[in-house]
């Protein structure tokens, strides 16, 4: 089975800090993606990326940044992290481009920002 | 433009009684059409797709979901619910060769099994 690992569960960050979330998935998938998932807006599309060094923006990505520098790692990176970014941020991965198979998620990790 | 719509936020139901979770889309191309679930504390774990061939799709512990071109919905349902099933899911879409391609995901719908 692919497996997503978020290195963190649980982070708390004060306002202002640079803050990286870290992804790593480890069945050579091409596509990796962020999402953050907030009560009642489901799940929210950051950024995305489709091959090494590639990155897009979905749907929110503004006061964040993505860096993909090897194939399996996919970091998340709040520049200046705010009270308003404090949510859950789950990573997904996917072999294929047209998704049949879905994505795969990591477990998740829940940013408090203070 | 493309959406998905998961028309309940919460669904209560009691233990051995029958759940339905709707989910809604608007699209004007093909669909990939999907059912994730959310235990709590964990991550999203694909429960059932639809592809194409028969309407109908089952997943291993019961659930089922039916694909409906004209009403453009796909409808999540479970004839008798355990205290398990208690979790979040979440319909998401694929529209193809639009939208990037990317999986676009409804607001899901909590469901709490009470004894």
């Known amino acids: 089975d692919v497996k997503v690992t978020q290195s963190s569960r649980y982070l708390v960050k004060r306002t202002g800090e640079k803050v990286f979330l870290e992804c790593v998935q480890d069945m050579d998938h091409e596509n990796m993606f962020w999402y953050r998932q907030d009560p009642g807006l489901g799940l929210r599309l950051i950024y995305f990326?489709?091959?090494?060094?590639?990155?897009e923006k979905g749907d929110i990505p503004e006061g964040y940044s993505v860096s993909r520098e090897k194939k399996e790692r996919f970091s998340l990176i709040l520049e200046s992290a705010s009270t308003n970014q404090t949510s859950m941020y789950l990573c997904?991965?996917?072999?294929?481009?047209?998704?049949?198979?879905?994505?795969?998620f990591g477990s998740g990790t829940r940013l408090t920002v203070v | 433009a493309q959406s998905v719509t998961q028309l309940d936020s919460q669904v209560p139901v009691f233990e051995e009684a029958p759940v339905e979770l709707r989910c809604n889309y608007s699209?004007?191309?093909?669909?990939?059409l999907f059912w994730y679930v959310q235990y709590p504390n964990q991550g999203l774990q694909l429960l059932l797709k639809?592809?194409?061939?028969?309407?109908l799709v089952e997943s291993i512990n019961g659930f089922e979901a039916e694909f409906n071109k004209s009403q453009t919905s796909f409808h999540l349902r479970k004839p008798s619910v355990h205290i398990s099933d208690t979790a979040e899911y979440f319909c998401a879409v694929t529209f193809i060769k639009a939208a990037g391609n990317k999986l676009t995901f409804g607001g899901g719908t909590r469901v709490l099994v009470k004894p």
């Open positions: 990326s489709y091959d090494v060094k590639m990155k």
């Open positions: 997904a991965s996917s072999l294929l481009s047209i998704p049949t198979d879905g994505y795969t």
């Open positions: 699209s004007s191309v093909s669909v990939y």
């Open positions: 639809y592809l194409s061939g028969s309407t």
